[in-house]
């Protein structure tokens, strides 16, 4: 899948249809940005805009992957080329049994590195009250890569803001490493999520003004539990395992994106966190920094026991996962786990699941 040719194809098609980037942004709820990212074959639509792109510009969901028009003859033969071609190029010949992954509600409350029972969130505006998050209960045992699947609008950012301590919820309780943080005082948040939660995000959140390696030993420093030399060393390792040492001594605007955000997954790690969130955290990457991006969180799950969550609307991202949440309309709509199947086999089940919430066909002609 040649994401450069795609996004070459949807700007001719576009422009066919004589509509600037904004107007179809516009007509997708998207930003400019998002489709200039697109047009310059810097990322992919999400998933929930497949349908509705394709629609708009008068094509098929095969010929948008196959980045040009598919004669109706070869229709057929194309469907499955392209298919396995996504499939290979993105996900690779990786057939490895992960370790067993936990079902949602089976685990002892001990080994759970987060509790999720029964939350739900409202928001008032004017006379109406909106339900963002409706009675929502789930388990993430320690070790685990979760992710969580929706379309805009869904709930999964403001669920991820509410375990983040972000936001309070309406009612139910969220517990985090065995501590209920439902009702926190707000004095207290912050602590928290100094201590005991990690960030990764999409736009890398790292200060200009500081060097990596002082990036990463500010949130060392700030929990205050290590010494200047453990500092230095937890970097060093950090780094080494990262392949991120040639630029410690950098500034993050002399670093590439891909470069960054492993910057950002070892300044979430290292002071040891019980829980990693990260939000859409390739969305401002390309594929290749995408997918060294999603083989780090592998590494850090295997070989530093990190527990992640990850929202994530790209169905390739969510099958380096264990276990996805599928949400919609605020609701715990269904969950995938991927137990003994390959990536390859993973990735298909989550387009069906996908297929089956949003009530359209996995794989459109």
């Known amino acids: ?25 516009k007509k997708l709820g998207v930003t400019d940005k998002a489709v200039s990212k697109w047009e310059n074959g810097l990322s992919l639509p999400d998933l929930s805009l497949f349908p509705p792109l394709c629609s708009l510009l008068g094509i098929t969901l095969n010929e948008l992957f196959a980045g040009e028009k598919i004669p109706e003859e070869n229709l057929k033969e194309k469907t499955d080329q392209i ?13 490895k049994i992960p370790e067993k992954a936990h079902t949602m509600d ?3 409350s001990a080994c759970n590195a987060l509790k999720v029972c029964h939350v739900s969130k409202n928001y008032q505006t004017g006379p109406d009250a909106v339900l963002a998050v409706n009675d929502v209960s789930f388990q993430i045992p320690y070790g685990s890569f979760t992710g969580i699947m929706g379309a805009s609008g869904s709930g999964k950012t ?10 309070t919820p309406t009612s139910g309780e969220i517990s985090v490493g065995g501590q209920c943080i439902s009702a926190l ?13 990690g960030f990764v995000f999409q736009e890398y959140n790292l200060l200009d003004t500081l060097t990596v390696y002082e990036n990463i030993a500010l949130a060392l420093s700030l929990k205050n539990t290590a010494p200047h030399c453990k500092i230095s060393e937890t970097i060093q390792d950090l780094s080494k395992k990262l392949g991120i040492t040639p630029v410690l001594d950098k500034f ?33 990457l390309d594929s290749h ?7 780090t969180f592998l590494m850090l799950r295997k070989d530093y026991g990190v527990t992640i969550l990850m929202v994530t609307h790209d169905a390739l991202s969510a099958s380096y996962c264990d276990q996805i949440l599928f949400m919609k309309n605020g609701k715990m709509e269904t ?8 990536k390859q086999a993973f990735f298909t089940g989550i387009l069906e699941k996908m297929a089956q919430i949003e009530g359209g066909d996995p794989y459109v002609s």
């Open 252 to 284: 993050p605007y002399e670093i590439s994106g891909g470069q960054k955000q492993r910057c950002a997954c070892a300044r979430a790690i290292a002071p040891n966190p019980d829980l990693i969130l990260a939000d859409e955290p390739t969305g401002a």
């Open 1 to 25: 899948m040649d994401q450069n040719k795609i996004g070459v194809f949807i700007s001719d098609q576009r422009k066919i249809k004589g509509w600037t980037q904004s107007q179809l942004a």
């Open 83 to 95: 298919l396995m071609e996504v499939i290979k190029n993105y996900l690779g010949y990786d057939k």
């Open 158 to 167: 403001t669920l991820l803001n509410l375990i983040a301590t972000i936001d």
């Open 185 to 197: 005082p707000e004095k207290d948040k912050a602590k928290f999520r100094r201590e005991r939660l």
């Open 106 to 108: 089976d685990s002892p």
């Open 289 to 295: 920094a995408a997918r060294a991006l999603l083989d």
């Open 335 to 342: 969950s995938l786990i991927r137990g003994e199947k390959s």
